[in-house]
């Protein structure tokens, strides 16, 4: 079945700085991955998605790229702000018997942006 | 238009005993999926449900099970509790699969689910 890696597991940053969350997947016939932020006691929001037939793909302060060769796709927020502080988790598709709907997740970054 | 809905908010449960949780989808969407967030990890898949059958279920114990009614509102029961069981359960609805590739899940506000 699908793996889901992500990297790194805490990330801080000063506002304004860039950041960089990275994930790996294994299995090759994946095609959708979502992206979801949580902040503390909510619920998972999606914030941006890829599919495989896409390199890239923004939404004002936040990108990703996917690069289906080496199996890993990574969010970029610029210019950050404090209220972009929470926990990001990646996720793909689990190809199981043809079946394409469940995701399975990353196990999460927890992001801070220090004033 | 109304997002995805749980409840309870809250369970308080006995070791041993029996949970049921409930999901309503957003309108028109057709399938439901479950998950567990245990404190301080990840989302785990529990179970996948697309119109009324279980269409794929995670690594977990036939001790949890569910179901999805024809209205497409889910159940997720959970038998001889156990402490380890205690989590955020969080359910996510999304449009057919099959309608074009519609793959985006929206997320309910989960249920606490407590075992002492």
Redesign the interface.
Known sequence: GENVEQHPSTLSVQEGDSAVIKCTYSDSASNYFPWYKQELGKRPQLIIDIRSNVGEKKDQRIAVTLNKTAKHFSLHITETQPEDSAVYFCAANSDYGGSQGNLIFGKGTKLSVKP | EAGVTQSPTHLIKTRGQQATLRCSPISGHT?V?W?QQALG?????LL?Y?EGEE??R?NFPPRFSGRQFPNYSSELNVNALELEDSALY?CAS?LD?RAG?A????????TRLTVT
Do not use: K
């Open positions: 399938s999926y998950y990890l990840g989302l785990q898949f996948w697309d269409r794929n995670g969080l999304s699969r590739g793959y985006e899940q929206y997320f309910g506000p989960g």
